[in-house]
């Protein structure tokens, strides 16, 4: 088979090859998936590039967890009729030296979910991890009808799946955004939005006392923690972020009293100092979420409610850009320089 691999880790350029390696025959409980494209997440480039905690332990990686495409065989234990099944994947190379930058992968078969008819492979192979990083996101935050929740970086692919995940639940929903266009792309899938930047806390607020069933008269809180009545003070009920250094005093200053914190990421290169005495006013809570290691019996959750929402048309996905299997390396560069706004998948 056609497939894409590294033997030692380093820049995409000088460590990714394109050429055959041999297709693996599905065991017990396993299926092997022809893969119509293959998703690129930040973790794979990072893996690739040496900057994962995880050790490379195999002499050689095909890369990629998230991945869709068509059963073509089964192990002993699998049900025959998936045979045919369009499928979506994830983590596939999680300790694991194969993942789906091929023309086949073989899998456990619950890493294969079968893929609504109205869902494109290269939608399918976006959804892995950050459509699932986005359920647990808006579970911890605590989405509901009536709560009140902000998502950071709306239109990325995380942020983009979260902010419409919230909705769905039944949340008001405000997203931070960077730009017009990217206002835009938020707004037509129904997710007001605000600039980030130094304006955003002011913004925000204004934006919760539009939301205020009182017309406004609740007052909007200190920026140094919360000291008064927790009727009384307005903030976001759940705060989905991206970047929790970067992020970290503008969270607590618009975080409500009891309020969530999510978070999925912190890019900025910087250990953030904790303000404990204002987290503890405001009785925050604070899940830090890794798809990777997070339960399973809640992945399933997670799964059970994406399939819903795909069957039914619920969710407007992130822009795709594809790129042959032979431009990997461009298609790594890429998500390393954050080209592109969606998702970048690659088709063997």
Same mark, same amino acid.
């Given at each position: 088979?056609?497939?894409?691999?590294?033997?030692?880790?380093?820049?995409?350029?000088?460590?990714?090859?394109?050429?055959?390696?041999?297709?693996?025959?599905? /065991?017990? =409980?396993?299926?092997?998936?022809?893969?119509?494209?293959?998703?690129?997440?930040?973790? &794979?480039?990072?893996?690739? /590039?040496?900057?994962?905690?995880?050790?490379?332990?195999?002499?050689?990686?095909?890369?990629?967890?998230?991945?869709?495409?068509?059963?073509?065989?089964?192990?002993?234990?699998?049900?025959?009729?998936?045979?045919?099944?369009?499928?979506?994947?994830?983590?596939?190379?999680?300790?694991?030296?194969?993942? @789906?930058?091929?023309?086949?992968? @073989?899998?456990?078969?619950?890493?294969?979910?079968?893929?609504?008819?109205?869902?494109?492979?290269?939608?399918?192979?976006?959804?892995?991890?950050?459509?699932? @990083?986005?359920?647990?996101?808006?579970?911890?935050?605590?989405?509901?009808?009536?709560?009140?929740?902000?998502?950071?970086? *709306?239109?990325?692919?995380?942020?983009?799946?979260?902010?419409?995940?919230?909705?769905?639940?039944?949340?008001?929903?405000?997203?931070?955004?960077?730009?017009?266009?990217?206002?835009?792309?938020?707004?037509?899938?129904?997710?007001?939005?605000?600039?980030? =930047?130094?304006?955003?806390?002011?913004?925000?607020?204004?934006?919760?006392?539009?939301?205020?069933?009182?017309?406004?008269?609740?007052?909007?809180?200190?920026? &140094?923690?919360? @000291?008064?009545? *927790?009727?009384?003070?307005?903030?976001? &009920?759940?705060?989905?972020?991206? &970047?929790?250094?970067?992020?970290?005093?503008?969270?607590?200053?618009?975080?409500?009293?009891?309020?969530?914190?999510?978070?999925?990421?912190?890019?900025?290169?910087?250990?953030?100092?904790?303000?404990?005495?204002?987290?503890?006013?405001?009785?925050?809570?604070?899940?830090?979420?890794?798809?990777?290691?997070?339960?399973?019996?809640?992945?399933?959750? *997670?799964?059970?409610?994406?399939? *819903?929402?795909?069957?039914?048309?619920?969710?407007?996905?992130?822009?795709?850009?594809?790129?042959?299997?032979?431009?990997?390396?461009?298609?790594?560069?890429?998500?390393?320089?954050?080209?592109?706004?969606?998702?970048?998948?690659?088709?063997?």
């Amino acid at each position: 088979m056609r497939a894409a691999y590294y033997e030692t880790q380093g820049p995409a350029r000088a460590v990714l090859r394109v050429g055959d390696l041999p297709s693996e025959d599905p /065991g017990p =409980g396993m299926l092997r998936v022809r893969i119509a494209a293959s998703g690129i997440n930040p973790s &794979d480039v990072k893996a690739r /590039g040496g900057n994962s905690p995880r050790p490379q332990s195999w002499p050689r990686v095909i890369p990629h967890h998230d991945g869709a495409g068509t059963v073509e065989a089964v192990g002993p234990g699998v049900d025959p009729a998936r045979v045919g099944q369009r499928v979506w994947l994830y983590e596939c190379q999680l300790d694991r030296a194969s993942g @789906t930058a091929a023309e086949w992968t @073989t899998v456990p078969e619950a890493l294969a979910v079968p893929l609504p008819g109205n869902v494109s492979f290269e939608v399918g192979a976006a959804l892995g991890v950050p459509a699932l @990083t986005a359920w647990f996101c808006a579970d911890r935050a605590g989405a509901a009808p009536g709560r009140n929740i902000l998502v950071h970086g *709306a239109v990325g692919a995380v942020g983009f799946y979260a902010a419409q995940m919230a909705r769905l639940r039944g949340a008001r929903v405000l997203g931070t955004v960077s730009n017009d266009s990217q206002a835009a792309v938020a707004q037509a899938a129904g997710i007001a939005t605000v600039r980030r =930047g130094a304006d955003l806390p002011l913004h925000a607020r204004e934006w919760l006392a539009a939301q205020a069933p009182d017309g406004g008269g609740a007052r909007p809180g200190p920026a &140094d923690g919360a @000291t008064g009545n *927790a009727a009384t003070y307005r903030g976001f &009920d759940g705060i989905v972020d991206l &970047d929790f250094a970067a992020n970290l005093a503008a969270d607590v200053e618009l975080a409500a009293v009891n309020g969530r914190l999510a978070v999925y990421a912190s890019d900025t290169n910087l250990e953030p100092a904790f303000p404990v005495r204002a987290l503890m006013r405001r009785n925050l809570q604070v899940a830090f979420l890794l798809i990777y290691t997070l339960p399973a019996a809640e992945k399933r959750r *997670a799964i059970a409610d994406l399939t *819903a929402w795909l069957a039914a048309d619920a969710l407007r996905h992130p822009a795709i850009h594809a790129y042959p299997l032979d431009e990997i390396a461009a298609a790594h560069e890429a998500v390393e320089t954050r080209r592109h706004v969606g998702k970048v998948v690659v088709r063997p």
